[in-house]
């Protein structure tokens, strides 16, 4: 496998002979409002060209429709014949951008040699989940490769020491910044009136206990340093596994734009 990090949940993959982008979100910096009240969104530019990212991609697979893992400059610029692998939840949504080639998964499928399949995700906990909305990882498989699992937004949960034992990744990329939604600048204020803080997808804790729940996998740590309700930085993220010495070839943190060869 070939793994690129692009920016946030943005990777680029080669995968099983094809060539796989991940949660496209191509905004320019402070495109979109602040989360946490503290800048406009996102923090960092992207690391190259949108023409270089979309290069070669064979399909794209979208996790959610979060505006910072299918923004709007994405749905413009992804050319509308690409095949999309969605969620059912999103199918219409995304058929309604001009899209023509939008597929369900809503269990497994299979492209070539690969068999992907769609996995429960959760993206918060308590009454934050009640505007969250639906959200899937996917894991990817074929004899060719060893098993990569995409977590999604999601924090440490039943459900994903459910996935982690159904499949048993060796490769598992994790959106890992920590992000938070805290009452004084709750972005849901029309929705719902957040009461305490809400942690809505995996921070440092998480990565440490998905190491020791499963201790063959590997973790490419992915979602940090590009929005403001992040409370894990790429730093941070460092120090908490040194602190208790996580052997460091099992844990990678790529800076955008960063390839990997596994």
Not at 83 to 102: A, H, M, S, W
Not at 182 to 201: A, D, G, R
Request: hydrophobic residues 35%; glycine residues 8%.
């Amino acid at each position: 496998m070939k793994f690129q990090h692009i920016r946030n949940a943005t990777v680029k993959i080669e995968y099983g002979g094809k060539t796989w982008l991940i949660d496209p979100f191509f905004g320019e910096v402070n495109c979109l409002p602040p989360f946490a009240g503290k800048s406009a969104n996102p923090l960092v530019p992207l690391p190259m060209d949108i023409e270089e990212i979309i290069s070669g991609v064979d399909y794209v697979a979208i996790t959610h429709l979060h505006p910072d893992h299918f923004d709007e400059r994405a749905q413009e610029t992804i050319p509308k014949s690409i095949p999309l692998l969605v969620q059912k939840e999103d199918y219409e949504t995304i058929r309604g951008f001009g899209f023509q080639n939008v597929n369900i998964i809503d269990d497994t499928k299979t492209i070539g040699s690969i068999k992907i399949s769609r996995v429960d995700a959760q993206h918060g906990e308590g009454e934050i989940l009640n505007v969250m909305g639906f959200v899937s990882g996917y894991v990817f498989q074929t004899t060719q490769e060893e098993t990569l699992y995409i977590t999604g937004d999601t924090v440490w949960c039943e459900t994903i020491k459910k996935n982690m034992d159904r499949f048993n990744p060796k490769n598992i990329i994790c959106n890992a910044g920590g992000n938070t939604f805290i009452p004084e600048s709750n972005p849901f204020k029309e929705y719902i009136i957040l009461e305490c803080t809400h942690k809505v997808i995996m921070g440092e804790e998480g990565i440490l206990k998905i190491l020791d729940y499963n201790k063959d996998s590997n973790i490419i740590a992915v979602h940090i340093g590009a929005l403001d309700h992040e409370t894990v930085s790429r730093t941070s993220l460092r120090n908490f596994l040194d602190t208790y010495q996580v052997d460091s070839k099992r844990v990678f943190i790529p800076e955008d734009g960063e390839v990997f060869n596994f």
